[in-house]
């Protein structure tokens, strides 16, 4: 063999052992990308929180951020949220700022007063994911969402129910919207489902984030109609801080505050959005976003009840009617506004043997079942 074939046999070793090593890197690259490897800056995907209230309220806006913080964290995202955002033109600032200067794919608003900014976004970033929490739009690139929270309002209402003792309970309500009063009727239908006698009054106190509306609201329904129990829908902790000064039982909305009340706050109707957001910004990333209006029950996991015998100052007797109820959701046998469900003016909105429909629940529900007082 003369030394020119020697060579040419060299040459084609080496290349082998190129491609071979090419192709190592390759595989051993693509290893790293599917088992969760750093992604590089180019890759990593920006997250951005539209929030009406704070990252740290104890409340609605800080169980969004931490669901948010986790999931991003898991999948080597990075998370860019903005507090006290109004619900007007100036969001459209916001959103504009979030998309061309961090560069978030996905836009996630908190509250349903975004919904017309966030409706316009989509049309004008149709490359941008949008998600709308309490909103009820869908479309290509933006989806909404919520929970059925009626249903562990009127869990919660079974422990309120058995709790009071002047069968008088009170209830902070931001606004009468659809939600708002879904949640006062779902609460007093639980309420009276173990204590027939006990009424439910109500004060709106018009705001989600006010805290001296809402304590004001507190105060008034304390002082002025003798209540026991306390719950609340809104954002903020003023209800608690009332209730617990004068040594009334409270229920807590939208995260757990139980250590910081622990001798009158009785349970909570709480979120966790980690399994929603996980799924939804994975399908964003895999090109594999449908938009929809998901609205999801009991069996999505990403709502719960804050164990009412945990530190043992609720009253006995609750937890016979609590399970099952609990039960009776689960099995998807029986729902809430199951007829016959009486109005407070005596008229039977829902006749027995039917169910409200999920339309009537999110768009027309401008009464309130027999046994609401609103002051």
């Given at each position: 063999m003369n030394k020119l074939s020697m060579a040419k046999i060299s040459i084609l070793v080496s290349i082998t052992l190129f491609s071979i090593l090419a192709a190592a890197i390759i595989i051993i690259l693509n290893f790293n990308n599917r088992t969760g490897g750093d992604a590089s800056e180019e890759e990593r995907i920006c997250i951005g929180l539209i929030m009406n209230g704070k990252a740290d309220d104890r409340s609605w806006g800080q169980s969004h951020y931490e669901s948010l913080a986790r999931v991003a964290?898991?999948?080597?995202?990075?998370?860019?949220?903005?507090?006290?955002?109004?619900?007007?033109?100036?969001?459209?600032?916001?959103?504009?700022?979030?998309?061309?200067?961090?560069?978030?794919?996905?836009?996630?608003?908190?509250?349903?007063?975004?919904?017309?900014?966030i409706k316009a976004a989509a049309e004008r970033y149709p490359d941008v994911y949008f998600l709308h929490a309490a909103g009820s739009e869908s479309g290509h690139n933006i989806g909404s969402f919520f929970g059925r929270m009626y249903q562990f309002r009127y869990l919660s209402g079974i422990i309120a129910g058995n709790q009071t003792k002047t069968n008088?309970?009170?209830?902070?309500?931001?606004?009468?919207?659809?939600?708002?009063?879904?949640?006062?009727?779902?609460?007093?239908?639980?309420?009276?489902?173990?204590?027939?006698?006990?009424?439910?009054?109500?004060?709106?106190?018009?705001?989600?984030?006010?805290?001296?509306?809402?304590?004001?609201?507190?105060?008034?329904?304390?002082?002025?109609?003798?209540?026991?129990?306390?719950?609340?829908?809104?954002?903020?902790?003023?209800?608690?801080?009332?209730?617990?000064?004068?040594?009334?039982?409270?229920?807590?909305?939208?995260?757990?505050?139980?250590?910081?009340?622990?001798?009158?706050?009785?349970?909570?109707?709480?979120?966790?959005?980690?399994?929603?957001?996980?799924?939804?910004?994975?399908?964003?990333?895999?090109?594999?976003?449908?938009?929809?209006?998901?609205?999801?029950?009991?069996e999505s996991g990403i709502m719960e009840l804050v164990d009412p015998g945990r530190n043992g100052i609720a009253s006995p007797g609750y937890s016979e009617p609590l399970e099952a109820a609990k039960a009776r959701f689960e099995s998807f046998g029986y729902d809430v506004f199951y007829g016959p469900v009486t109005d407070s003016e005596g008229i039977v909105r829902v006749p027995e043997g039917e169910s409200m429909s999920d339309a009537a629940m999110l768009g027309s529900f401008d009464w309130y079942v027999e046994g609401v007082r609103v002051v």
């Open positions: 964290g898991e999948m080597g995202a990075e998370l860019v949220y903005r507090e006290e955002v109004p619900e007007d033109e100036h969001c459209d600032d916001v959103i504009d700022e979030l998309v061309n200067s961090a560069g978030c794919k996905v836009v996630i608003a908190d509250s349903y007063g975004y919904g017309e900014q008088k309970i009170g209830y902070v309500a931001a606004f009468p919207i659809d939600e708002v009063n879904r949640g006062i009727n779902a609460f007093t239908l639980g309420v009276r489902s173990v204590n027939p006698e006990a009424e439910v009054y109500v004060s709106f106190c018009g705001s989600w984030t006010d805290d001296e509306a809402a304590g004001e609201s507190a105060e008034t329904l304390i002082g002025e109609y003798g209540i026991d129990t306390l719950t609340l829908h809104c954002d903020s902790l003023a209800p608690h801080r009332a209730a617990d000064s004068r040594g009334v039982w409270s229920i807590g909305y939208n995260y757990d505050n139980s250590e910081l009340f622990p001798d009158t706050y009785l349970t909570a109707c709480v979120w966790d959005w980690d399994s929603y957001y996980r799924e939804q910004i994975q399908s964003c990333v895999t090109g594999k976003f449908r938009g929809e209006h998901k609205w999801l029950g009991i």
